[in-house]
């Protein structure tokens, strides 16, 4: 069974600082994804960054990084620039082809303050 | 753009009524999927469902049941609703099963479920 750990309940960082949000995972699959999703107060859960496993280049998607490091099952997700909009709940996922299911994380709330 | 939707953004019922939670999804997606959001339990899975009329077993099946008649629509039900599943329902769609890139998730926009 894979299971995907969030140690940070909430998070806090003012505009404009960067933030990073921790995830780690474990599963004995070779093959997975890992996400990102993000889930505002309006409840609509989006994606916001993908990583496949078998890739070592760091995913980037505009001011949303992640540090990805396979031999620790680790994938933290590091916002630059934060914005107001970067508020919400974020949830760390694995995806393995046996489970054929994502395994979601706990959450992790994150505030931007002024 | 995908679009997943709920037929019920807040319900409220008794104990012992049967609901229906109704989810519908506009992109020919071939998977949907059933998850309960609990505050420091995340995203639990009830059902999933691959085809019309197939359905797996996800984390959390007890209590629950679904029905998916129709490809782009999947029901969860509550046959006889308890306390214990006053929650926060999301319906789920992806494009297919395999590990591709397809498997990304399009998520609605829930369904705050009260049983008093």
């Known amino acids: 069974a894979q299971t995907v750990t969030q140690s940070q309940p909430e998070m806090s960082v003012q505009e404009a600082e960067t933030v990073t949000l921790s995830c780690t995972y474990d599963t004995s699959e070779s093959d997975y994804y890992l996400f990102w999703y993000k889930q505002p107060p309006s409840r609509q859960m989006i994606l916001v960054i993908r990583q496949e496993a078998y890739k070592q280049q760091n995913a980037t998607e505009n001011r949303f990084s992640v540090n990805f490091q396979k031999a620790a099952k680790s994938f933290s997700l590091k916002i630059s620039d934060s914005q107001l909009g970067d508020a919400a709940m974020y949830f760390c996922a694995c995806y393995t082809g046996t489970a054929s299911k994502l395994t979601f994380g706990t959450g992790t709330r994150l505030q931007v303050t002024l | 753009d995908v679009k997943v939707t709920q037929s019920s953004r807040y319900l409220v019922k008794r104990t012992g009524e049967k609901v229906f939670l109704e989810c519908v999804q506009d992109?020919?997606?071939?998977?949907m999927f059933w998850y309960r959001q609990d505050p420091g339990l995340g995203l639990r899975l009830i059902y999933f469902s691959y085809d019309v009329k197939m359905k797996e077993k996800g984390d959390i099946p007890e209590g629950y049941s679904v029905s998916r008649e129709k490809k782009e629509r999947f029901s969860l039900i509550l046959e006889s609703a308890s306390t214990n599943q006053t929650s926060m329902y999301l319906c789920a769609s992806s494009l297919s099963p395999g590990i591709y890139l397809e498997n990304e998730q399009f998520f609605g926009p829930g369904t705050r479920l009260t049983v008093l």
């Open positions: 992109m020919d997606h071939e998977n």
